[in-house]
């Protein structure tokens, strides 16, 4: 008896190490992973919230593989011309596009897309979540949300709002907006969030939904008036601006949210490998600190969660989109 006990004890330590052997094997650095610059296509024009969020990610990206993340910027059509790209490039690993949610939307508004972002493209990681903020030209006699619903039923399709483009985050919160509180207004879509943001402060339109990053200073200085954040709740840095739901619009949360994805084809070592590093990041106290200062919150996501949190989505933009009847312009 001691003879065998002696042996299973052998066998089941052989067993557990070879377990933890494949364990760490899995989330090994692959092979001459990465011997070259990596490459973070954002869909957007440079300024925006999601340009801003991709930087910070390929720094701290850069750092932690000892490889070079640089950025490329190609925006156009929400996000689509960009992901066409990236859908078309070589399943390396070499090749990263930062996925904003904004592009999980446009499969429900444009009808010919020529990918499909759970089929042309591999998860690799979550990285943040940002609520917007509704804010109005200060000429506006408006200062409170039902201040606003109140005059643009009065003025049914005669108030404006700027967006970065159309199918982007802001038109699509701006949609939201109309759908829940039944007023009508115009979108004026703008290429990129920057132009949005000039022509609200020069009072060329009314309001916007505009990001944490884009509108802040703007706040501070008078120049915008806020109203109310899209998240569930109030957010540190702008504490005494209410909820959209505090400000009396039932059942409004929507938040803009950024991950990380690859081409479809690129090996699961490769993936994991990235996925774990991302993952680091997330949890360190410098991202988490740089993330709140623009107002929003880490998306801890690795990349199975990442592709089960997508398809959830995509389901709910969906109904979104069929509930506004947001359309592009």
Do not use: C
């Amino acid at each position: 008896m001691k003879k065998n006990s002696w042996l299973y004890r052998v066998m089941y330590g052989v067993i557990f190490t070879l377990l933890g052997m494949m364990s760490l094997g899995l989330y090994a650095q692959p092979a001459s992973y990465p011997n070259k610059p990596v490459k973070l296509l954002i869909p957007f024009p440079p300024g925006g919230p999601a340009d801003g969020i991709g930087r910070l990610m390929a720094v701290a990206l850069s750092n932690s593989i000892r490889q070079t993340v640089f950025v490329e910027n190609r925006g156009g059509a929400g996000g689509v011309i960009g992901a066409e790209l990236v859908a078309q490039s070589p399943a390396d690993g070499y090749t990263l596009m930062l996925l904003p949610s904004a592009l999980v939307a446009n499969a429900s508004l444009y009808p010919k897309l020529t990918f499909q972002i759970t089929r042309d493209f591999v998860s690799v990681s979550g990285l943040a979540r940002f609520p917007l903020i509704l804010v109005t030209h200060p000429s506006l006699p408006v200062k409170s949300v039902q201040d606003l619903i109140v005059l643009a039923k009065n003025k049914p399709g005669q108030l404006n709002f700027a967006s970065a483009g159309s199918g982007g985050g802001a038109h699509l919160a701006a949609e939201e907006f109309k759908h829940l509180t039944g007023v009508t207004m115009t979108h004026i879509p703008y290429k990129g969030t920057g132009p949005a943001v000039t022509d609200t402060l020069g009072g060329q339109v009314n309001l916007m939904f505009g990001s944490v990053e884009s509108v802040i200073e703007f706040i501070k200085s008078g120049k915008l008036r806020p109203l109310a954040v899209t998240s569930a709740k109030r957010i540190p840095i702008l504490s005494d601006v209410p909820s959209m739901m505090e400000a009396g619009v039932k059942g409004y949360e929507m938040e803009s949210w950024f991950a990380v994805v690859a081409p479809a084809g690129v090996s699961r070592p490769i993936v994991e490998y990235l996925s774990k590093e991302l993952g680091l990041i997330l949890k360190s106290q410098d991202y988490i600190e740089k993330v709140k200062a623009q107002g929003g919150e880490v998306l801890q996501l690795n990349a199975q969660q990442l592709t089960d949190f997508t398809k959830s989505e995509s389901v709910r933009w969906e109904k979104i989109i069929k509930e506004t009847g947001a359309k592009l312009d």
